[in-house]
């Protein structure tokens, strides 16, 4: 397996406009996360979602953030519009969903937004 | 909500050395998972170690190494014989098994192993 997937590894957008993180978990995995790493916050969970069912949002930060994962394979994070203190890392993680393995995580996705 | 504390926002350590970089964590639940996570500057996020609650026996993997003292909820992990390649962020991540999936992560120990 490829691992976890994330696109674009790289985005620099201006303010004001819409931006789509995408990922690609492992196949098999059950849960799916989405986390954002900045210097000052460290890595925060966003969403979480089991069989494709969001769990926990209560990370995500604004109404201009929202996540769907509309099948197992495939997972999106927007922001709408962006800001630029939206600027960080977004890491998009899987798992089978047993309590004591492991996350796998994406290489993330640096969003610049300028 | 549990709580994951990383008091040392950065280390170094001589290559060959040892090293041990500290974590402690709150929760009031009885049965939990503890993971070390390195990332190296290439930013993908990899697991070193983990360490099931209910285990008394402290896990090892190679050169590293926990020292997991449930009753003080600390976790620390141990870097011997240290190599330039374990230069990273280090993270210390709680998982409880009180319903919750979800990892929490501490801020981060900067890691820099000198030659």
């Known amino acids: 397996d490829a691992g976890v997937i994330q696109s674009p590894r790289h985005e620099v957008t201006e303010m004001g406009q819409e931006v789509t993180l995408r990922c690609k978990p492992i196949?098999?995995?059950?849960?799916l996360f989405w986390y954002r790493q900045t210097m000052m916050r460290g890595l925060e969970l966003l969403i979480y979602?089991?069989?494709?069912?969001?769990?926990?949002d209560s990370g995500m930060p604004e109404d201009r953030f929202s996540a769907k994962m509309p099948n197992a394979s495939f997972s999106t994070l927007k922001i709408q519009p962006s800001e630029p203190r939206d600027s960080a890392v977004y890491f998009c993680?899987?798992?089978?969903?047993?309590?004591?393995?492991?996350?796998?995580f994406g290489q993330g996705t640096r969003l610049t937004v300028v | 909500a549990q709580t994951v504390t990383q008091s040392q926002p950065e280390m170094s350590v001589q290559e060959a050395e040892t090293v041990t970089l500290s974590c402690t964590y709150d929760t009031s639940e009885n049965n939990y998972y503890l993971f070390w996570y390195k990332q190296p500057p290439s930013r993908q996020m990899i697991l070193v170690i983990r360490?099931?609650?209910?285990?008394?026996q402290n896990a090892t993997e190679n050169r590293f190494s926990v020292n997991f003292q449930k009753a003080a909820k600390s976790f620390s992990l141990k870097i011997s014989d240290s190599q330039l390649g374990d230069t990273a962020m280090y993270f210390c991540a709680f998982r409880g098994t009180g319903g919750s999936e979800k990892l929490v992560f501490g801020k981060g120990t900067k890691l820099t192993v000198n030659p």
């Open positions: 360490q099931e609650a209910y285990k008394q």
């Open positions: 993680a899987s798992e089978t969903g047993r309590l004591n393995t492991e996350a796998f």
């Open positions: 979602f089991n069989n494709n069912v969001p769990i926990d």
């Open positions: 196949s098999g995995h059950n849960s």
